[in-house]
C-alpha cells in the first residue's frame, strides 16, 4: 500500500485532519477551562473546516502541511472525496454540539459591555446589579486581573445572584478532564511494587492543585534518630 501513490495521498490527508481534531481536543482540556470557552474553539473549528472546504474546492491545500507537501500537483484525483469527508465532519459537529447560541450568557464572559439585551433571562432587579457593576471601574480592572471564575468568585458577597447565576454556567464539567487526571494518578499509584486498596488520601494529595508545605510537615514529626 505504501507503493500506491493514491493510497499515500489519502493517508497523508487523514493524518493532517486528525491532527487538527487532536490540537482541538486538547484546547478544550485543562482545569481552568469552562463551558463558554470551549463554545468559542467548537464554533471556531467549524468556521476552519469551512474554510478548508472551500481551499479545497479551489484546490488550494496549504492548510493541510502534509497533503501540500505529498500532493501539491495532484490533489483534483481525491479532492471530491477529501470535501465529502469534510461536509461529514461539518454535519457531525452540528449533530454532536448542537445549538451553540450563547448569547444569553455574553454578560457571564464580559459584564462590561455597554448594550442591553432581554435575551440575557435577567430580572429587572439583575440587570440594575449588572448596570451597577459594570460601572465600577475597581472591578474592570480586577476582570483583566484574573480567570472569569475567579471574578465571579469574588463577587460572591457584593453580587450574590449574578455571581450565583454565572457559576452555575462556568462551574459544570464539560469534559472528562478531571476523571482522567484521576484515572492517571491512581494508575501511577496502583502498581505491582504499591498494592493499597484504600488510596483516597494519597488520591487527594495527588490530584490537589496545592503545593504541600513540606517545610510545616516535616517540623510537625518528631525526629526518632538511630541509638
Known amino acids: 500500500m505504501f507503493r500506491d501513490d493514491n493510497f499515500i495521498v489519502k493517508l497523508t490527508y487523514l493524518v493532517d485532519i486528525l491532527e487538527k481534531l487532536s490540537v482541538l481536543n486538547k484546547s478544550m482540556q485543562g482545569p481552568q477551562i469552562h463551558l463558554l470557552i470551549q463554545k468559542d474553539k467548537v464554533k471556531a ?20 502541511p502534509r497533503l501540500n507537501l505529498c500532493a501539491r500537483d495532484n490533489i483534483e484525483a ?3 472525496l477529501f470535501v465529502e469527508h469534510l461536509n461529514g465532519l461539518l454535519l457531525q459537529f452540528s449533530n454532536y454540539f448542537g445549538d451553540l447560541d450563547f448569547t444569553k450568557f455574553a454578560w457571564i464572559q464580559n459584564p462590561f459591555i455597554d448594550e442591553e439585551d432581554d435575551e440575557f433571562g435577567l430580572t429587572s432587579i439583575e440587570k440594575e446589579k449588572l448596570l451597577e457593576l459594570s460601572c465600577d471601574t475597581t472591578l474592570k480592572h480586577k476582570f483583566q486581573t484574573v480567570s472569569l471564575v475567579q471574578f465571579w468568585l469574588n463577587l460572591h458577597t457584593e453580587y450574590n445572584t449574578l455571581s450565583n447565576k454565572a457559576l452555575k454556567v462556568l462551574l459544570p464539567f464539560a469534559t472528562s478532564y478531571l476523571c482522567e ?22 488520591l487527594r494529595v495527588a490530584i490537589s492543585s496545592q503545593t504541600p508545605r513540606f517545610d510545616k510537615l516535616c517540623a510537625n514529626r518528631q525526629a526518632h534518630p538511630s541509638h
Open 45 to 64: 473549528f467549524i468556521k476552519k473546516v469551512e474554510l478548508w472546504k472551500s481551499n479545497l474546492l479551489k484546490n488550494k491545500i496549504d492548510m493541510f
Open 181 to 202: 487526571t484521576g484515572f492517571s494518578a491512581l494508575a501511577a499509584m496502583k502498581s505491582k511494587y504499591r498494592a493499597r486498596l484504600v488510596v483516597e488520601k494519597e
Open 78 to 80: 481525491n479532492k471530491n
